[in-house]
Each structure stands twice: as structure tokens, then as C-alpha cells.
């Protein structure tokens, strides 16, 4: 594994504030992106420095990142060996931060810089998250909306964490949550779980979602959304596992009246629940409901296997800016 050295030698002081961007194919977003930070993070005087975090672009992503820190030594960035991940890039990133607090946002702009100030505010008075809350969304499909709104109320309604409705991953955490959550070591990670999970004081602040400045979305098919799904469900619920428990004492309780009920038929004569197709239709449906239960028992086997084999969460390829992680 190969790192580059910083390139700006110059040492800087210990920034306020982090802000943390997980960057896959966004070279035509970087500038802007970090103009808007830079503005507004220069005119409430707040010491600060932005991570980025090239998590295996195939674009010119990480050239940028490099042309960004060479032209203001507050913007750092690594860039992993391959694909990682959202989940992971942001892990990395909160390995890396050196803030009294982090912000972490989406690379696309839909997560107003704008909004910094006010949960810096709400950071002084003493809450320990500050979360965004959307209150609406630009430039998103009817179906992204309605599969959102249905996955964020099931995410609050079988998981043993209080996840507030509609947030993302836009928020502010004070240093302390952070290092909790450097401290949680699983591979298969749900960090909009995780932060309500370590609990202090969290409060939400509204806003309005923004269209991508540009570029395409890279989390808007099913295909990208379920494995996503998945993770929540498994890492903060055992409810699926329940769920084939209930089934099974259903389908055995229908069974029983069954027996009950195919006896006092063929005791009142012939009738119509005969033959081959009744019996490979129940063989069936018994069969469907068995290989659902293995599948369930096979996601949560298949994470914890994951967590035994002990790999690295990331690889990393090059740095500009940062000191190796003190994990």
C-alpha cells in the first residue's frame, strides 16, 4: 500500500471544525464544493479544514483533490485502493479528522453549506449532534420520495434505536461522538444507526434538500438502495429473525387446523382437497417459506463472517494533507 506524502509541509493549527465529504466521481463538484465551504466557514471565523475522501473514482477526482490542497492546505484527502464504499469512505474520514467537531455532507451540494452556521450554534449551545431534517427535497424522483419516507419510518419502527424520521447523513458531531464511533469496529455499517445509537444530546435543524450541483446520482436504484436497506435492518434489528419465528408457528398452526379440517371432511364423504396438485401446492408454499427463513439466518451469518475474517475496513493509496490515523 503506497501513500503519498502531504505536499504542503506547512504546518497548520488544530482546525474547530471538520468538514468530511465522501468524494466518487464528483471531479466537476470539488471547486464549487469548495468555495462554498471556504466562504462561509471564513466569514463566521471558525478555524477549519475539509476532508475529502476519493473512494475509488473512476473520474478525475482525486487530480482535483490534489490541485485543491496544493492551492489551500486546509482541504485534505485520501484516496482509497479501490471501492469501499459511502459507509466506509466516511469511517475513513472520521479516522482522520482532527476537529473539536465533524461535519459530514454529501460532495454533490444537496447538503447546503449554507446551514453550517446554524448547527454550529446549536453545537455552542451544548448539543452533542445536530442533524438535518428534511423538510423537502429538489430535483428527486416521486419514487426515490415515497421508498425514503417508507424506509425511514420502517427503520423507526423495528430497530432498538431512536433514528429521527427523514435525516440523512448530513450532520455535525461534537469530538466525543466521534470517538465513539471509531470505537464500534463492525465492517457492515449503518452510521445513520450508529449515531443515535451513542445517545448524548441530539437535536434536529430543518432544511431543504438540493438539486445535485452536477453530475449523476450514485444512490438511486433499488439495486443500490436494498443492500443498503439490509445493512439497517441487520445491524439494528433482529426483527427479520423474529419474523421467521412467527411465520413458522403460523404456517404450524394452520397446519394443525388442517389436519382438523381434512379429517371431519373425509369423514363426511368425498370432497374437493384431493389429489397431487393440492399437495405439490402446499409442498411449494412450505419450501418458499423455508428458503426465506434461510435466507434471513444466511444475512446475518453471512456479517458475522465478515467480522471474523478480520480484514482491514479500507485500504488506503494516497494522502494529501494527513497524518496516519492513530486507530
Known sequence: MSEQQPENSTPQPRPTLSILAPVYNEEAVLPELYRRVAAIMDSIGETWELILVNDGSRDRSAEVIAGLHRQDPRVKGLSFSRNFGFQIAVTAGLDHAQGDAVILTDADLQDPPELYPEMIAKWREG???????????????????????????????????????????????????VNAIRRMPERNRFLRGMVPWVGYRQTGVPYQRQARFAGESKFSSVRQMLPFAIDAITSFSYFPLQMATYFGFLIAAISAVAIVVVIILRLLGPHPLTGQATTLVVVLFLGGVQMISLGIIGEYLGRIYDEVKGRPMYLVDKKWGLEDSNQ
Open 127 to 177: 448539543y452533542d449532534v445536530v442533524y438535518g431534517v428534511r423538510a423537502s427535497r429538489v430535483g428527486e424522483t416521486w419514487f426515490k420520495e415515497f421508498t425514503a419516507k417508507i424506509f425511514y419510518r420502517l427503520i423507526y419502527r423495528i430497530t432498538d434505536v431512536d433514528i429521527p424520521l427523514d435525516t440523512g447523513d448530513f450532520r455535525l458531531m461534537d469530538r466525543r461522538v
